[in-house]
C-alpha cells in the first residue's frame, strides 16, 4: 500500500517534467489525502504533533517556539472563552490543543485525512480536552457540505492553505462559514520579493518545495490579499513572521539532520527484513529532499512558510 502510493505520488510530479503545475491542481484534494497518508506517522516521529514551523528567539526551545507561534495566531483572531474557531487543516491537532489550553476557547478542526481525523481523536481524548475540541474529515474547498452559514466566531490556517487549488475559492469558503464581524488568519507559504524568476536556482529550490510537499504551486502575498478581497474580506494586514526571531525557523531541520539520516537507514533496515511495509524508505527519501529545498529557500530568503494574513468578514455580509 506504501508502495503503491509514493510510487503514484512522485508518478503525479513526474509527468509534468518541468512545464508548470498542469493537472495537479484538478487533482489537489485527493493528491493531498494520499500525501498525508503517506507522511502523517514521520511527521509526528520527527517533528511532534504541530506539523509546521517557528522562528525562535535566542535560548527559546524548539517546542515554546512552537506553541507561541499557535498562540500567536489565536490572539490575531481574538479567541477567547466561550468562542468556536474552526482550524483548517489540522493535521493530528498539535495546534488546536495548544490554542485551546492557551485560550480557553473551543477549536473545531477539518482534515481531508481518516486517518489523521482518528490520531487527532485519540491524542484530543488523552489530554483530556474533548470538551474544547472537535474534528471532523472533509475538504475544506468544500465547507459548505460540512459546516452550517454563519456557524463559527474565527477561523485560522497554520500552513495548511497552501495545499488549496485555489486561493480565492478557498478564502470564499471561509467567508460563507464565519459569522459577520469575524476573523481569518492564515500562515501561509509563499515566494517573497527576493524569489527571482529567472534565477534557475531559485526556481529549482521553490519547484521542489512543491514536489516534496504536496503544493499545487508557490504563491506569493499578492496573490492572497487579491484572493481574500475578492472573497468579500476586509484584509486587516500582513506580516512575515520568518523575519522575527535570533534563530531562523529552517534551523530546526538542519539540527535534526543526522537524526534525519540515521532514521533512513533504519527504514531501510526494517523495510529490507519485513518490519516496515515496502517503499516506507522511498517515503523518507522525498522527505529529505524536500526539507533540502525548505533550508535552502529559507537560507536564500525567497520562500516563507509562516507569512501571515488577517482579514475580517464585513459586519453587513
Known amino acids: 500500500m506504501v508502495d503503491k502510493g509514493i510510487k503514484s505520488y512522485n508518478e503525479f510530479f513526474d509527468q509534468e517534467d518541468g512545464k508548470g503545475v498542469g493537472s495537479r491542481i484538478l487533482s489537489t484534494p485527493d493528491f493531498v489525502n494520499k500525501f498525508y497518508s503517506l507522511i502523517t506517522d514521520f511527521y509526528e516521529y520527527g517533528w511532534g ?15 515554546d517556539s512552537i506553541i507561541r507561534q499557535e498562540v500567536a495566531i489565536a490572539e490575531n483572531i481574538g479567541l477567547k472563552a466561550g468562542m468556536n474557531v474552526l482550524d483548517l ?3 493530528v491537532g498539535g495546534p488546536m490543543r495548544n490554542i485551546v489550553k492557551a485560550t480557553g476557547g473551543k477549536v473545531t478542526g477539518i482534515t481531508i ?21 472537535e474534528i471532523v474529515q472533509g475538504n475544506f474547498m468544500d465547507l459548505a ?7 463559527f466566531d474565527g477561523a485560522y490556517a497554520i500552513e495548511a492553505a497552501c495545499h488549496a487549488s485555489n486561493t480565492t ?3 470564499k469558503q471561509v467567508f460563507q462559514v464565519l459569522k459577520p464581524g469575524a476573523l481569518f488568519a492564515s500562515y501561509e507559504w509563499l515566494r517573497t520579493d527576493q524569489y527571482d524568476p529567472n534565477n534557475k536556482v531559485h526556481v529549482d529550490v521553490v519547484d521542489g518545495i512543491a514536489e516534496g510537499n504536496a503544493l499545487p504551486e508557490v504563491r506569493t502575498i499578492e496573490d492572497c490579499v487579491e484572493a481574500a478581497k475578492a472573497a468579500g474580506f476586509d484584509v486587516q494586514f500582513t506580516f512575515d513572521r520568518a523575519t522575527l526571531g535570533a534563530v531562523p525557523w529552517q534551523q530546526a531541520m538542519k ?3 543526522r537524526a534525519a539520516y540515521l532514521t533512513h537507514v533504519l527504514t531501510g533496515v526494517l523495510e529490507f527484513i519485513g518490519f516496515a511495509p515496502k517503499g516506507t524508505q522511498a517515503v523518507h527519501t522525498m522527505l529529505l529532499k524536500a526539507a533540502v529545498n525548505l533550508e535552502k529557500g529559507g537560507d536564500l530568503g525567497i520562500f516563507s512558510p509562516m507569512y501571515l494574513i488577517v482579514m475580517k468578514k464585513p459586519l453587513a455580509a
Open 89 to 91: 487543516g489540522c493535521g
Open 169 to 171: 475559492a478557498l478564502y
Open 113 to 133: 485525512n481518516e486517518y489523521q481525523v482518528g490520531r487527532c481523536n485519540t491524542l484530543n481524548q488523552q489530554a483530556g480536552l474533548e470538551d474544547l475540541t
Open 255 to 257: 539540527s535534526a539532520r
Open 49 to 63: 504533533e504541530s506539523f509546521h514551523f517557528a522562528a525562535r528567539e535566542k535560548g527559546e526551545s524548539f517546542e
Open 145 to 151: 457540505k460540512v459546516f452550517k452559514g454563519r456557524s
